[in-house]
């Protein structure tokens, strides 16, 4: 083939495939068979490959992924992207309502209603109608730089090509929205992830969001993201001065947007809008919680502006917990990693936001006696964002006398032996440290992902180790037989030397996470680092004596009783010792004192809301490292409430004490002026 044909049929299969891309992830109306546009991406990977100088950087085969990276980078929002103010009924946004047309002077508005995806909030830009750069909303100011990860997104246009013909492009535009999965993708995905022994993703918010941050984009590129564009920020050039028509120019640039955007003008308008997506939300094949109020008018948004990182000509109408009822089949009983029995309900098959729940727990033996549950009974249950599902109350007035009384064992299901109730304790427990069942518990905790986060070391693969007799206890894991691995279905060269790459890598977890995965009863994430911080290593940890352990902050009598009697009991010090000769990291490591006059230091400070650049454990490791002690109640000697996103309660109740709120931006300044994170971080 001569080079000028080459070069014109590589253009040929570029436009086919920028087409068939759009029409399959944007329009949702594919024209091609997936057999065809394979062959077709085949094609323009062989002429690429036979001539390199014709590739560039917006071509449909760019986007598996770079090489993987160390850490992300860095990007400052010229445009800060704020947080959303919520309102939770009828009374609140009629008062939100009537807080924009006060502050507005205006007698007539127009708002524009849209749905909230549940996903992860990006910036993209285009220069000249290529993909620039791509960042993470971070702490609203700055966000990580994942343009790499990005790029790999199938419906995110790598060079601009308008599906309207004659739409002027800006020279420079930033797209503005939500990284998401589709709930059928998502079950596919984590299908996957379950047939291979991994760790399942518990929503597709999750599943979005850590695909999205992934340091190898090579992963990224494996994950079904979605791009849904809801606005624009930083641009150049002349573009539509209302909300609903730069949604209309997203759409002619080739953006995936709602189709179902409605202009409002009266608050009964809005509330039927959010009413109609209530209803509507159990069929949609993507998740949301809740519907986006703006108003229209973009230069009437920019004379209002923001107040604490809200801004105030925006809000969102937060849908309340989804709760159905269903019936109590039976009720079982499942042991924890400390020998507890857990009561498990066993629903008649029901869907609580698309999501197919059969079972809820019952917390423990007082729950069950508090909410008067006999098996057979009618119950609601409840399930919100994240929770696993819980039954929150028993219909009696349903009762036809077949229902029966539940009453908790008095041995252990899995093995047989002797289970008691400690006093003081809310569960029962199984007595046999050597319980099957409390050792797959055991092995699951160690490699998750608060503890020495093994990645690809699911459950499942837990389970099937311990069961096959591999892993007998922790010190298994850094030694286990590879050539019986090897034997086993589905495991392969590649998922042989990743696994072996995560179980090496964790031997340098801290000692936080360390003792946190040794499984001590009342010793979670908080607990753990608070003994490392205090101890540094792992001799000082097993040296010290009750009372030492009662003079850590936040560590209490029963608690430190606890921890000793682990301590002090031979067959752990004995693991510790191999597990320290297998090579696992036995120390703290070097921690910056926080100064004595840091804005942090000796202050008292309540975590409320999810937060949206870092973790809930992140925030409180940081914030102890600046001195600051971290509590979970609201009361008058609380300090600070540093609130993110669904606050809840806690922000009510610092309300009504007066005590100083922070948004997530607030904190991350107050940590960086403090000196415990970086100037740009």
Request: charged residues 30%.
């Amino acid at each position: 083939m001569a080079e000028v044909d080459v070069s014109a049929r590589v253009d040929e299969l570029r436009e086919l495939l920028h087409r068939y891309n759009y029409e399959y992830y944007v329009l949702d109306t594919p024209t091609v068979s997936d057999a065809e546009y394979d062959e077709l991406m085949n094609e323009l990977r062989q002429i690429e490959q036979d001539h390199p100088d014709l590739v560039t950087p917006e071509s449909p085969t760019q986007r598996v992924g770079a090489e993987p990276s160390t850490a992300f980078g860095t990007i400052r929002h010229e445009i800060p992207m704020l947080s959303l103010s919520n309102v939770y009924n009828y009374d609140e946004l009629t008062e939100w309502v009537a807080r924009v047309y006060r502050l507005a002077g205006s007698e007539e508005l127009e708002f524009v209603t849209e749905p909230k995806i549940d996903g992860s909030a990006v910036s993209i830009i285009y220069r000249d109608g290529r993909l620039e750069r791509g960042a993470t909303r971070g702490d609203g100011v700055t966000g990580e730089d994942v343009t790499s990860n990005i790029k790999t997104i199938r419906n995110v246009p790598l060079q601009i090509s308008p599906a309207v013909k004659g739409t002027t492009i800006p020279p420079v535009l930033e797209v503005r929205g939500e990284i998401y999965m589709r709930r059928s993708e998502f079950d596919q995905l984590n299908q996957r992830r379950s047939d291979a022994g991994e760790t399942l993703f518990a929503n597709p918010r999750n599943a979005a969001a850590g695909s999205l941050r992934q340091l190898d984009s090579k992963l990224t590129a494996e994950r079904p993201l979605r791009l849904y564009a809801y606005g624009v920020g930083l641009v150049e050039g002349d573009v539509p001065q209302s909300h609903s028509e730069q949604i209309a120019l997203l759409r002619d640039l080739g953006f995936a947007v709602t189709d179902n955007a409605k202009v409002c003008t009266t608050t009964e308008e809005i509330w039927e809008q959010c009413e109609s997506w209530l209803q509507a939300r159990i069929d949609l094949d993507y998740e949301i919680d809740g519907v986006v109020i703006k108003l229209n008018d973009i230069n009437l948004q920019n004379e209002l502006g923001a107040v604490s990182r809200e801004p105030r000509w925006a809000t969102a109408y937060k849908f309340p917990a989804i709760q159905k009822t269903t019936k109590i089949e039976n009720i079982e009983i499942n042991v924890g990693r400390t020998g507890s029995l857990n009561p498990v309900a066993i629903l008649e098959a029901v869907e609580i936001g698309g999501v197919t729940v059969r079972r809820a727990t019952l917390h423990n033996e007082d729950e069950i006696e508090r909410l008067g549950v006999m098996i057979g009974d009618s119950v609601v249950v409840e399930r919100a964002g994240d929770v696993i599902p819980k039954v929150v109350s028993v219909i009696k007035d349903r009762r036809d006398g077949s229902e029966r009384e539940f009453s908790m064992p008095d041995s252990c299901p899995v093995c047989g032996a002797q289970a008691v109730r400690l006093e003081g304790e809310v569960a029962r427990e199984c007595v046999n440290v050597s319980c099957p069942a409390r050792l797959r518990e055991q092995i699951r905790h160690f490699v998750s992902r608060g503890s020495m986060d093994i990645e690809g070391f699911g459950s499942k693969l837990a389970v099937l180790f311990v069961d096959l007799g591999l892993i007998k206890d922790f010190s298994d894991i850094y030694q286990l037989d590879w050539e019986k691995v090897a034997e086993l279905e589905g495991f392969g060269p590649k998922r042989i030397e990743n696994l072996q790459q995560s179980i090496e890598a964790s031997k340098e977890q801290p000692l936080s996470r360390l003792i946190n995965a040794l499984g001590i009863r009342h010793i979670g994430e908080r607990n753990a680092r608070s003994l490392a911080h205090h101890f540094r290593t792992m001799q000082r940890f097993l040296d010290a004596t009750r009372e030492d352990f009662e003079a850590v902050p936040g560590i209490g009598t029963v608690v430190a009783e606890a921890v000793f009697d682990f301590v002090q009991e031979p067959k752990n010090r004995d693991l510790i010792g191999r597990l320290e000769k297998m090579g696992l990291r036995m120390d703290e490591g070097t921690i910056e004192s926080a100064a004595a006059d840091g804005k942090l230091s000796g202050k008292t400070v309540v975590l409320t809301g999810r937060m949206e650049s870092l973790t809930r454990s992140d925030a409180q490791e940081l914030l102890e490292r600046a001195g600051a002690q971290v509590t979970s109640s609201v009361s008058r000697k609380t300090d600070y409430v540093a609130a993110g996103a669904d606050p809840g309660s806690k922000a009510d109740r610092a309300r009504e004490l007066d005590v100083p709120l922070l948004t997530e931006d607030d904190l991350l300044q107050m940590l960086r002026d403090d000196g415990i994170i970086d100037s740009d971080s």
